[in-house]
């Protein structure tokens, strides 16, 4: 699960924008699996958007951000003006499933 908050609504609508206009196709080429986007309504620090990807393991997990990062389409979304600055801070969780979820 990964969170973002933005200085404004407006720069998080951008963030909102980059993940439909290439972020979440360039995670399913390298095999990120992203499963949920979502904007949160109500909390301390707004706006906020999070998401979840999934894979079998930690491992697994950290190899594909392992690709992602230095990954040319990344690399090139990163700097484009349209996207610049749409993000103040990010924190990454690894969640496991308890034995008695069903996901």
Known sequence: MRDYESHSEAKALVKMAMFDE??????RELGMNPVAYGQALSRPIL?????????PDLESH???WGKFGPSGGWQK???DPKWVNSTSRNTARFLAPK???KL
């Open 62 to 64: 950290l190899a594909n």
């Open 77 to 79: 979304m990163k700097i």
């Open 47 to 55: 706006p906020h958007l999070l998401y979840f990807t999934s894979g």
């Open 22 to 27: 290439g972020e979440t196709e360039l995670m």
């Open 99 to 101: 034995s008695y979820s």
